[in-house]
């Protein structure tokens, strides 16, 4: 595919601007939660319908699958994910949400595009509009999906078991890209495994419950706990080598609902992230010993529990299509606006659809953030203060030049794996 295609393809962008913008904006200021994305899911539908794509809904449950036939050739699947956070948006944007959720405890709360998943379905509806109409400059298959529900890890497959392959065959690429707090207008790719594995565990460890004023008589789980917490940092800090990098975070402790009752449980959520499968299997094994071990030194009456309540896998790239990838970005956009991506300790979903179908799957990193911003912070060794990350309520990207970069990612990429066209 030569750079005349791409920019025969890429050519009605620019006008297309303002309503895609438009869109990103009733996005951001209309979020919706994990497989709650019904107004999201139906106003991506219409745009691919418009576009003239085969459109399937419904798809593990929120999910949306476009799907345009265009002659012979591969089949590349486009993915973006479409789901919000119950977060509360404190950026000040004048499109600032304020829209209000379900949670899946039944809470109602705050909900905000935290995580850039707006942007990501806005660069999809757009580079799949752009594929269409140039549809003369490529010929294959396009699968474009609209995942639901990334952020609590189910989403990717629940549309894998629901048969989002079904409807025009699995893909022989897929390909996706993510949001994230670098410098708007670059792209970041990187082979082999670019993002964390994660593992969600519920500790439960038990005490013996009694009075405030008779400690003598309990088994304290708060003190427990406290133990538990500060020994668990020693993993990171003393059994994994320094060459190695994991994440242990203890994210929520319970204990007690009263003052004068020493309670008789406390119960911990861990949050672990690595990057490769011996180190994973090492932290969860060594979280697992201290658990035991400090609840048999505290005298627990009985066992605690240890269960995996949620996990991801490594997000790992196919080192040859992620290649030529890079080698496709880097001509478009030029060596000053690509780089190679650092390991990001954040997890995805998005490896699931190319394990599920055995192909190779790439993921790359689109800068959100004003780019003199980011190097002004870099600069003054602020970054990690200054510039919020994915997740924050401060998370504001620019709109511009994002927005048309990661378009034009998308149109690159699936360009680079979809065929010339035959010649008439
Ligand atoms: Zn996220
Ligand atoms: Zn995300």
Request: glycine share 10%.
């Amino acid at each position: 595919m030569t750079a005349d295609h791409r920019s025969r393809v890429l050519a009605p962008l620019e006008a297309e601007l303002p309503d895609l913008e438009a869109l990103y904006v009733d996005l951001h200021r209309h979020p919706e939660l994990a497989f709650a994305e019904t107004r999201t899911a139906g106003e991506l539908a219409r745009r691919l319908e418009a576009s003239g794509y085969e459109v399937h809904t419904g798809i593990g449950r929120t999910g949306v699958l476009g799907v345009l036939r265009n002659g012979p050739g591969p089949t590349v699947m486009l993915r973006a994910d479409i789901d919000a956070l119950p977060v509360e948006e404190k950026t000040g944007l004048e499109y600032a949400s304020t829209a209000k959720g379900v949670d899946a405890g039944g809470n109602e709360v705050p909900v905000m595009h935290a995580c850039g998943h707006d942007m990501h379905a806005t660069w999809l509806s757009g580079a799949a509009d752009l594929l269409a109409r140039g549809r003369a400059e490529w010929s294959g298959t396009l699968l474009a999906v609209f995942q639901p529900a990334e952020e609590v890890g189910d989403g990717a497959l629940g549309m894998l078991r629901d048969g989002v392959f079904g409807h025009a065959g699995a893909p022989d690429v897929v390909l996706g890209q993510h949001l994230v707090p670098g410098p708007a207008g670059w792209v970041l790719t990187r082979p082999g495994v670019i993002m964390a594995a994660t593992d969600v565990l519920r500790i439960v460890l038990h005490g013996r419950g009694g009075h405030s004023s008779r400690p003598e008589t309990t088994v304290d789980p708060a003190v427990l706990a406290a133990h538990v917490i500060l020994r668990l940092q020693t993993i990171v800090s003393r059994e994994i080598s320094a060459t190695e990098s994991a994440v242990v975070t203890v994210s929520t402790v319970h204990v007690g609902t009263v003052n004068n009752v020493i309670a008789d449980h406390a119960t911990l959520e861990v949050n672990v992230r690595t990057f490769d499968e011996q180190v994973r299997t090492k932290v969860l094994a060594a979280v697992e010993r201290i658990v035991q071990g400090e609840a048999a030194t505290a005298g627990s009456p009985k066992p605690p529990e240890i269960a995996r309540i949620g996990s991801f896998g490594v997000t790992s790239n196919d080192d040859a299509v992620s290649a030529e990838l890079t080698e496709a970005f880097g001509e478009h956009f030029g060596a000053d606006r690509t780089m190679e991506a650092p390991l990001v300790t954040g997890s995805e979903d998005f490896s699931e659809f190319g394990k599920s179908a055995g192909v190779p799957s790439v993921f790359w990193l689109v800068g959100g953030v004003d780019a003199q911003t980011v190097l002004t912070a870099i600069a003054a060794g602020r970054f990690e203060q200054d510039i919020p990350s994915n997740h924050s309520p401060l998370f504001a990207p620019v709109i511009h030049p994002t927005l048309r970069t990661g378009v034009e990612t998308l149109v690159v990429g699936a360009l680079r794996k979809l065929s010339a066209p035959a010649v008439a």
